[in-house]
């Protein structure tokens, strides 16, 4: 689950890791007025007006701007920033809708530098990145200068040791008698944030150090561990609706998993790894032909009759899709639960298009006895192979 | 001859009288599986299902039964709790069906588990389990995998994804080719038994004379897979990586099924397992397949 950048910079705030101080606004006055407070109470009347998306790169997409000519300046950014389609290379060519915008401080920046925390699934660990190269890409430098990482791995049985925030300091150039102290314990708040928060992920890009020697966290990036939503009821609060694909909100609602994909054939199939390998053979027997799949949708080892009706509905509203694929090796899930939802939602929505059923596994019998006598056309499949190449002949002719 | 799982497996259902342990200890027992004890905190004393007693702890389901596996289905809470439990009772294979377990409680299983030094070994979470196919002398199905797609034979399968597995394991039956071991390692980013301890164990196993690996999308499991081939497999392997099709950045069902920050890609992992002298299935219709050719030579 991702997270807004005020909301972030909130939970460090909460945990006394430093950040600029700012206000959320959804309109041009809040903004406004944003800008005269924080000129009252920081005494500068530089601020920094930035658009909340889920999406990096707000900075070049221009959803990051400074204003040095108080609140009638941020008003007028405001204005255009909101409503705007921010487009960043992480945003798709559409772009995301910017609906809240972010009035912080402008602070006296001396140096940018990066600073992360990400699970390191190869070692088993959570790793800390620093790099002096702050503001760029972390993906990019790891690319072109890996000599410029500094990565300390944690044991969790010991927790972030000092020495460990201690070598980040020295390899990022903190290490001075003034800055030493301040970057340590802010590493320490920051390793409490991602353990007690289930971060996973949490970047700081740029971590700045001020003129006046304080090392504060300009940006604020975290990505929650969706697995770890049972032990954290207070993130349904930081939950925007607005930034997600509605189809995949609703989907995981009925708690199915889906993605949506910009081909034409939908998938119904039971398990992400025979999801993903349905999506593959579509693509391997259709790319000459035009046909891709339309969705990534796995019902689940165990569906009801009910969340495969919802799974399939939402297939057949989309009007992308020209035909679909249903494949389904049920190993406990039984076939004639698959038979009577699939039945369910086309009598109920009606069916358009060619549908193509794979059936295997516990009570196939029964459900393909099902599917034959609901009077749908629909083309039995003998194998996953044979169900991929029927449906995008399906499509394709 | 068969791996982790067989005649000598002495197994305990960890969350026996919930939902799904249940419907699967009952399962795995008609399969011919060897429950000796089943836990659950606060039902110590009971009987399950007439015939299997019931623990208030894992040490007590030991001590009583002689017990040398266990399988998990406690829901994602107290999950990881279960697995400590399993690895402090002294057990040697512990298998985690369960899907939902937060990543930095696994974090802290892996350091235990590293601490034992190989006494143990945990498969999954997240994963169907493992199978050693039935034959006249039983078998040993520890997990939710249907059994009755399974028959004896010579090819090991090792997965990350479930239902894959048993397409997979459907094909080869198909084909009237029989599975030594199966092993679903599971799909989540931190778990227990990797490809490579797998592929070890295989390498091994005089019974096991050709494998299945397939992949997907995310980390660097197959990568590591790729290099132990290279380097100490004999056998022949087959592969298939789910998720080419699949886009940056969303999970895809398994929480460690995602492509982050451009690494972890279904093309990367096939160009390595290829380097290391994999065979690539073409389509995921043509794995057992693949496998075939190449053991027929």
Same mark, same amino acid.
């Given at each position: ?397 | ?110 350091? =235990? $588990? @590293?601490?034992?030094?190989?006494? &143990?070994?945990?498969? %999954?979470?997240?994963?169907? #389990?493992? *199978? ?65 301890? =797998? $592929? @070890?164990?295989?390498?091994?196993? &005089?019974?096991?004379? %050709?494998?299945?690996?397939? #992949?997907? *999308? ?80």
């Amino acid at each position: 689950m991702k997270i807004h950048e005020y909301q972030a910079k909130a939970i460090f705030a909460r945990y006394g890791l430093p950040v600029p101080r700012g206000y959320l606004v959804l309109n041009v006055e809040g903004a406004a007025a944003a800008a005269t407070r924080l000129a009252q109470e920081t005494g500068s009347p530089v601020a920094v007006v930035k658009a909340q998306i889920h999406a990096g790169g707000r900075g070049k997409g221009g959803g990051v701007k400074v204003a040095k000519g108080g609140a009638a300046e941020v008003r007028d950014l405001a204005q255009k920033m909101l409503g705007m389609q921010l487009v960043t290379h992480q945003t798709g060519p559409g772009g995301q809708k910017v609906r809240r915008l972010y009035v912080e401080q402008g602070l006296d920046i001396g140096r940018e530098l990066y600073l992360g925390a990400v699970i390191d699934r190869d070692r088993r660990r959570i790793a800390f990145m620093g790099s002096t190269e702050g503001g760029v890409e972390i993906e990019k430098v790891a690319l072109e200068m890996p000599d410029k990482i500094l990565t300390v791995h944690v044991d969790p049985t010991v927790g972030l040791a000092g020495y460990q925030s201690r070598e980040l300091a020295f390899a990022l150039g903190l290490g001075a008698k003034e800055t030493l102290p301040k970057f340590v314990k802010l590493m320490a708040a920051l390793y409490e944030v991602v353990t007690r928060e289930d971060c996973s992920l949490c970047e700081i890009n740029p971590l700045v150090v001020t003129r006046s020697g304080d090392v504060v966290a300009l940006d604020a990036k975290i990505n929650l561990d969706d697995n770890a939503e049972f032990r954290h009821p207070e993130w349904r609060e930081l939950e925007d609706k607005d930034e997600e694909d509605p189809v995949e909100l609703e989907a995981k609602a009925a708690g199915l998993n889906y993605v949506s994909l910009d081909g034409n054939v939908g998938c119904l199939v039971n398990g992400a790894g025979l999801a993903m390998a349905t999506m593959d053979i579509i693509k391997h027997f259709g790319e000459k032909r035009g046909v891709a799949p339309a969705n990534f949708l796995d019902v689940g080892g165990g569906a009801s009759q009910e969340q495969v009706t919802k799974a399939f509905r939402m297939i057949l509203r989309s009007p992308k899709v020209k035909a679909i694929f249903v494949n389904i090796f049920g190993g406990i899930m039984k076939c004639d639960i698959i038979a009577n939802g699939i039945i369910a939602a086309a009598k109920e929505l009606g069916l358009k298009v060619p549908l193509v059923v794979r059936l295997e596994g516990t009570n196939v019998e029964l459900g393909r006895k099902i599917l034959n006598e609901s009077g749908l056309a629909i083309q039995a499949a003998s194998n996953m192979a044979d169900g991929a190449q029927k449906v995008v002949s399906a499509v394709a002719a | 001859m068969s791996v982790l799982a067989g005649k000598e497996t002495r197994l305990l259902v960890q969350g026996i009288t919930g939902s799904a342990g249940a419907f699967h200890a009952k399962q795995m027992i008609e399969y011919g599986t060897r429950i000796v004890a089943g836990v659950t905190p606060g039902r110590g004393g009971e009987t399950f299902d007439g015939r299997v007693p019931v623990f208030d702890t894992v040490k007590q389901a030991v001590r009583a039964s002689g017990a040398n596996a266990s399988c998990i289905f406690v829901p994602p809470p107290g999950a990881a709790d279960a697995i400590l439990e399993a690895l402090d009772a002294g057990l040697e294979l512990v298998v985690c069906i369960t899907e939902g377990i937060p990543v930095t409680d696994m974090l802290k299983v892996r350091r =235990v $588990l @590293e601490g034992l030094r190989g006494r &143990a070994r945990l498969i %999954g979470p997240n994963c169907p #389990g493992i *199978i050693t196919p039935a034959t006249a002398a039983g078998g040993c199905k520890i997990g939710i995998m249907p059994g009755h797609i399974h028959r004896p034979g010579h090819v090991g399968v090792v997965s990350r994804s479930g239902t894959l597995t048993y397409e997979a394991v459907g094909q080869l039956t198909a084909l009237g080719v029989g599975q030594s071991t199966c092993i679903g390692i599971g799909g989540d980013p931190v778990g227990g038994m990797d490809f490579v301890d =797998v $592929l @070890e164990l295989f390498q091994a196993d &005089a019974d096991t004379h %050709g494998v299945i690996l397939i #992949g997907e *999308i995310g980390g660097g499991a197959e990568e590591r897979a790729a290099r132990f081939i290279k380097e100490h497999m004999t056998k022949p392997v087959a592969a298939f990586v789910a998720g080419t099709t699949a886009p940056e950045g969303k999970r895809m069902g398994h929480a460690g099924a995602i492509i982050a920050g451009g690494k972890g890609t279904a093309a990367e992992k096939i160009a390595a397992l290829q380097g290391a002298g994999a065979r690539i299935a073409p389509t995921p219709s043509d794995m057992a397949a693949t496998l075939v050719e190449m053991m027929r030579g």
